[in-house]
């Protein structure tokens, strides 16, 4: 079993920045991927960044040269640090890794971005 525990959510004004974490728990190496999906109310779930054990990354066009995913393999820990934070980032963002036979996502935390 895999617990994914996200934190870092909240309320932020438009052009504001937030850091999101996952901390990964239970049957995880280090080498997996892990990433951040978002799903707003009606729509699909949407890829908003994943980072590969050695720290290779693919972004979400919605996510790309304002949002940065890093991680702590000694931590088995996903970040995401999200700047210049526009109304349409407003979401449920999740965690997700992938395994063999199974993905792993966290409970979700709400990102909102209101004046």
């Known amino acids: 079993q895999v617990q994914l525990v996200e934190s870092g959510g909240g309320l932020v004004q438009p052009g504001g920045s937030l850091r999101l974490s996952c901390a990964a728990s239970?049957?995880?190496?280090?080498?997996?991927?892990m990433g951040w999906y978002r799903q707003v109310p009606g729509k699909q779930r949407e890829l908003v960044a994943i980072?590969?054990?050695?720290?290779?990354?693919n972004y979400g066009d919605s996510a790309k040269g304002r949002f940065t995913i890093s991680r702590d393999n000694a931590k088995n820990t996903v970040y995401l640090q999200m700047n210049s934070l526009k109304p349409e980032d407003m979401a449920v963002y999740y965690c997700?890794?992938?395994?063999?036979?199974?993905?792993?996502w966290g409970q979700g935390t709400q990102v909102t971005v209101s004046s």
């Open positions: 980072i590969g054990s050695a720290g290779s990354t």
């Open positions: 997700y890794v992938p395994l063999p036979g199974r993905d792993y």
């Open positions: 239970g049957s995880i190496r280090s080498s997996v991927v």
